[in-house]
């Protein structure tokens, strides 16, 4: 029963991060967001070439998929899934950040993923989602730098599990997050390395 269970969270995950927020309100704004700036949907690039409110709405609809990938199967009331709740809650964010990234409503183009697993680390490992949450903060602030916050949010993710709650399947799990939004980034991160990584601008129109 869990088998098909299992398939359905990560099948309702995928699609629930394939919703293209970022692609649909720059739309709404005549822009195609995969042709501007870095061509990427996520939040930055859309408050970048749309604009603030726009970004920050596209922020908080991608990190809300996160949640509702991963909370809806604690809404089930089935001793049978109690069990296996936090690894289907698991499943759900796995398959919303591959949705996100790779969405079927974009042939397969997508965002880094970031504010969508973040979402779905704030409903599963609060504590460790609020260490890397501050951790990006500080790494933007000091930096101006969108990709580095974003890097070290996601390293810090399996280092706080680590100590907080050991080698978990939580701890596996953060790890397996960190290296794919790391593997996003690659180009981030060489740019970075060679001095020509854009710092995110203050003047950013409303």
């Not at 501007?36 to 596209?58: F, L, Q, Y």
């Not at 998929?65 to 709740?85: H, M, Q, R, T």
């Not at 500080?138 to 907080?164: K, M, Q």
Request: proline share 3%; charged share 15%.
């Amino acid at each position: 029963m869990i088998g098909w269970f299992t398939f359905l969270v990560l099948s309702c995950g995928y699609l629930i991060g394939s919703l293209p927020f970022g692609y649909l309100i720059a739309r709404r704004h005549g822009i195609d967001i995969f042709k501007v700036g870095s061509a990427n949907p996520g939040a930055t690039n859309v408050k970048r070439c749309v604009g603030k409110r726009a970004g920050n709405c596209v922020f908080v609809l991608d990190f809300l998929k996160g949640i509702v990938s991963c909370g809806w199967i604690y809404l089930i009331p089935n001793d049978a899934f109690a069990e296996s709740a936090a690894f289907l809650g698991i499943i759900g964010i796995a398959g919303a950040v591959l949705g996100h990234s790779f969405s079927i409503f974009t042939r397969f183009r997508g965002g880094k993923g970031v504010a969508t697993a973040l979402g779905g680390v704030v409903a599963l490992m609060p504590i460790s989602a609020f260490i890397g949450a501050l951790i990006w903060v500080l790494l933007f602030y000091g930096t101006r730098y969108v990709s580095a916050a974003s890097v070290g949010l996601a390293i810090s993710l399996p280092i706080s599990r680590f100590f907080l709650s050991g080698i978990d399947i939580g701890f596996w799990f953060a790890l397996a997050l960190a290296m794919f939004v790391v593997y996003r980034h690659r180009e981030n991160i060489q740019r970075l390395l060679k001095g020509e990584e854009n710092r995110f601008s203050k003047d950013t129109s409303p």
